[in-house]
């Protein structure tokens, strides 16, 4: 045995074997118990490595994600701050001259000019980019779904939504910047890791990473998220928004990832308002463009309480009334958006802006109207004044109490409907919040009044507008004029009215979007206050079942409006009288594994689908046409050998195991290649396919279908191989893979990976290229690029099981394969909708 030196020796307890190591195949090691030695790696060490470098990248690039977001965020902040106080400066200070001379109509003319000026720009800037309207809450929501909305996460996009949303705020219309922060995080999340720009063309950067859908969706999932945090100052709640709201699917790698990224935009944000604002450079004093300050009893007053057992009732019922409030909102805003889809979108563009200028005035002039006249006079409370200053936080406080307005009111008095009015949105919801006893309820009533119907009309406005800020206010003042008819006509003395301000801004905020959990956790985190977690959570599910009982949410509308394929979380229970088969696309455009180039050509320039199966067709008499065609015999080759077969599979493992010493399994082995020998000749699929089927007709792969066809012909059978995608097979086109049909498919060039996405995200266009260098007889081999193992299901599966598939895995194609390997059809998101869905299942009640 000693002797033995390069040999394999294993020794058992009947018997010792040696042999060469070089000549036992892995299932002999497998059947002996030897295992391979540790030093030899299934990988090599520099793959191992490159996959570090790649995961260290990708946090460097979350982080600078979220540091980018919080930076934009301090820029929109800092400018609609500075036009704001500017604004507001110049036309208080205009008011107090000409309440004594009779000159007011000069001030609004003022006020006028200042908002009209900024909404026009505003106005301007969506022109350049029409994507840039709204909130881009909806168009975010749809692209992590799974739809690409053109333009959404362009620079272009982002430098018209940021400075777009810093004048529509500016200019008084009744918007906010927190929405469209969200949006702006996740154009950052998408353009970052490419390092590349359509807008900016000449910057060009070699950056081998993340050059895939599934990396680029990620990102934006970050930035999203980012955005959330930066506005409200709560990455737990935006890492949960990008997960409720935004994707369709979610990997547990990702989830720490986004909580880094809404931490960095958050801190970022915090520290550079901390220092430019307090000149406190290293001190985080505000976490987010929204704060809600903290509530807490005065030391004094020893009945207050922040909520009691008995409030929880009063919660329940402005729940339900946020969301009926909330349906009411949605349903005049989607009248609305129908009305400008029909009558405002054809018309030439300059009919947006005139829309946006007319909202700007009527907004204006309500403001100014409603602040002199419906106003009324109110008592400054020393004691209030000072309960505050007791127990609010010195930068709250501060802001609260200059924030108080007193125009037309005499010494000590001042005015509570241009208190809410006029002053920044942020502002006012503080007043609400926090000061104590001094809107009347008349005033709390109207102000609700003019404010819902005038931030319904302006939401869906061609400028770019939040919505979150909006309802927060409206809800915040329903909330506290439900606290002062509690309090004065109840006698419900232990009511903290900022409690119930709260309560009311969830409850409105609630019955609009329908967000559940990572609206909780957004609220909570803003208010620094863990014992709201329960009324605020309460509050948001009532409001929420409120609403669905007669719409959706604001977002979901709006994302209806458009036609986009939304996919929503899972179907319902009667879907699952449909099949896989009744729901597919039988009428399929393919191409085979190898093509002559003219025939991609007019596949890619006559369809648009992103992904087209890879099939071979199922002949009767397959050898007379490999003799007389090269591209055919190519074909059914390739066929012949991917099909797997069980007598195959065991042909080759038996020749495997030859060298065994076990004389019993030997002969078993040599009897069943002995008798399965003679099915070499003929497949045993081939010969079923030949039992089911008849002869098809003489038709080449290259031949595109005839109307002349039968339906025989045109759904004749296909045996599915993969799928290849449109990007593929145009970068193989451009690059001029193929091969002539006197030569090998061996001889067609090979490309990388990197240069098969070198061209990511933007691919040429089929209908761009110059392809008159190409011969038109050439052939491309697609079977080294294409996807040989996606995702199939059988034609039999329940719809929930391919909606469920489909939706977590995300996909974008579905093949539908039967029992012989034949592609019968193709799901697509299109196909799961709940539109055709439903008319499929009217389909399958009327056969029945």
Same mark, same amino acid.
């Given at each position: ?6 040999? !394999? ?18 299932e ?30 990708k ?42 001379k009779g000159?007011?109509?000069?001030? !609004? ?26 909130s ?68 060009q ?11 680029k ?16 100052g ?17 990997n ?29 450079w ?16 005065s ?34 805003n ?74 037309f ?31 009347s ?9 003019l ?28 909330g ?5 008819i ?14 119930f ?38 509050? !948001?599910?009532?409001a929420?079942?409120?609403?669905d ?11 209806g ?7 929503e ?23 085979y594994?190898?093509?002559?180039i ?52 065991q ?33 045993l ?6 039992r ?8 080449y ?8 066809w039968?339906?025989e012909?045109?759904?004749?059978p ?63 081999d ?16 329940h ?17 539908v ?9 193709i ?22």
């Open positions: 045995m000693a002797g033995c030196r390069g040999l !394999l020796c294993c020794c058992c307890r009947w018997c010792c074997c040696c042999g060469e190591r070089e000549s036992r195949t892995p002999e090691l497998t059947i002996l118990g030897e295992t391979q030695e540790e030093d030899d790696e299934i990988l090599p060490r520099k793959d191992y490595e490159k996959g570090r470098r790649y995961e260290v990248v946090w460097i690039m979350v982080f600078a994600i979220g540091v980018s977001t919080g930076l934009v965020g301090l820029f929109v902040d800092f400018f609609v701050r500075l036009f704001t106080q500017l604004k507001f400066h110049v036309v208080q200070t205009s008011v107090e001259e000409c309440s004594e000159c007011l109509a000069l001030s !609004l003319l003022e006020l006028l000019g200042f908002n009209l000026t900024f909404v026009f720009l505003a106005s301007l800037l969506v022109l350049i980019e029409p994507v840039a309207a709204g881009g809450i909806p168009e975010i929501k749809c692209y992590l779904n799974g739809v690409k909305v053109p333009g959404i996460v362009r620079l272009r996009t982002l430098a018209c939504k940021v400075l777009g949303v810093l004048f529509s705020v500016a200019g008084g219309l009744f918007v906010g910047k927190e929405g469209p922060m969200i949006h702006s995080g996740a154009v950052v999340g998408a353009g970052l890791p490419q390092f590349q720009s359509i807008s900016l063309r000449k910057i950067f070699n950056f081998p990473y993340f050059r895939s859908d599934r990396d969706r990620d990102f934006v999932s970050a930035g999203a998220a980012a955005g959330v945090a930066a506005a409200f709560a990455p737990i709640g935006g890492t949960l928004f990008s997960l409720e709201e935004g994707s369709s699917f979610w547990q790698g990702l989830t720490w990832k986004v909580l880094f990224c809404s931490m960095s935009a958050t801190f970022t944000l915090n520290f550079f308002r901390s220092g430019i604002q307090f000149g406190s290293g001190s985080f004093q505000l976490p987010g463009l929204l704060n809600f300050g903290e509530f807490k009893c030391d004094s007053d020893k009945k207050c309480h922040l909520w009691t057992a008995v409030d929880l009732g009063f919660f329940i019922v402005m729940g339900v009334i946020g969301g009926l409030l909330g349906a009411t909102f949605n349903c005049l989607k009248r609305l958006a129908k009305y400008r889809m029909r009558n405002v979108h054809p018309k030439p563009k300059l009919v947006r802006v005139l829309e946006s200028l007319l909202v700007s005035l009527m907004t204006t002039v309500v403001v100014f109207v409603a602040s002199m006249i419906l106003g009324e006079c109110r008592q400054i409370s020393s004691a209030s004044q000072s309960g505050n200053d007791s127990f609010q936080p010195q930068v709250i406080s501060e802001d609260v109490n200059a924030s108080i307005k007193t125009f009111c005499p010494n000590e008095t001042y005015n509570d409907m241009a208190t809410l009015f006029f002053n920044p949105q942020e502002s006012a919801i503080l007043q609400l919040f926090h000061q104590d006893g001094t809107f309820p008349i005033t709390l009533a109207l102000f609700f009044t404010y819902f119907l005038l931030s319904c009309w302006t939401y869906g406005m061609s400028v770019p507008s939040g919505l979150f800020v909006p309802s927060l206010l409206c809800g915040a003042a329903f506290r004029l439900v606290a002062n509690l309090k004065s006509y109840i006698g419900l003395g232990h009511i903290y009215s900022g409690t301000a709260l309560i009311g801004a969830a409850a409105f905020l609630g019955g609009v979007v329908r967000m559940t959990i990572s609206l909780t956790v957004i609220l909570i985190e803003s208010t620094n206050e863990i014992t709201y977690g329960l009324p605020i959570m309460i509050t !948001l599910m009532v929420k079942w409120t609403g009982l007669f719409n959706k949410g604001i977002y979901d509308i709006h994302v409006l458009r036609g986009v394929p939304l996919l979380w899972e179907t319902e229970v009667e879907m699952d009288k449909l099949r896989a088969s009744d729901i597919m696309e039988p009428n399929l455009t393919y191409v594994p190898h093509t002559r003219q025939s991609l050509v007019s596949i890619l320039r006559t369809t648009v689908h992103h992904a087209f199966p890879v099939v071979t067709e199922n002949r009767g008499n397959e050898k007379e046409f490999m003799k007389g065609n090269q591209l055919i015999s190519n074909n059914i080759k390739f066929k012949k050998s991917s099909i797997l077969t069980r007598a195959g599979e042909r080759k493992r038996s020749q495997s195991m030859k060298s065994y010493p076990s004389s019993e399994l030997r002969n078993m082995c040599d009897e069943h290649i002995a008798t399965e020998e003679p099915a070499e000749k003929e497949d699929l081939q010969q079923m396919l030949e089911r089927y008849t002869p098809y007709p003489n038709l792969p290259d031949q595109s279908p005839s109307e002349d039968t339906m012909e045109r759904f004749r296909l045996t599915f191989h993969g799928l290849i995608l449109r990007s593929q097979l145009v970068t193989l086109l451009v690059r001029g893979v193929c091969y002539s049909e006197s030569q090998s498919s061996a001889s067609q060039p090979r490309l990388s990976y990197a240069e098969m996405a070198e061209d990511y995200p933007r691919y040429p266009d089929i209908h761009d290229l110059d392809l008159t260098l190409l011969n038109p007889r050439m052939i491309v697609v079977t080294p690029y294409m996807n040989p193992s996606p995702f199939t299901v059988s034609p039999n599966t719809v929930s099981q391919v909606f469920n598939l489909f939706r977590t895995m995300g996909l974008r194609h579905l093949p394969v039967n029992a012989v390997g034949e592609i019968v059809g799901i697509t998101r299109h196909n799961l909708t709940y539109e055709f869905l439903q008319g499929r299942l009217r389909q399958h009640y009327q056969t029945i």
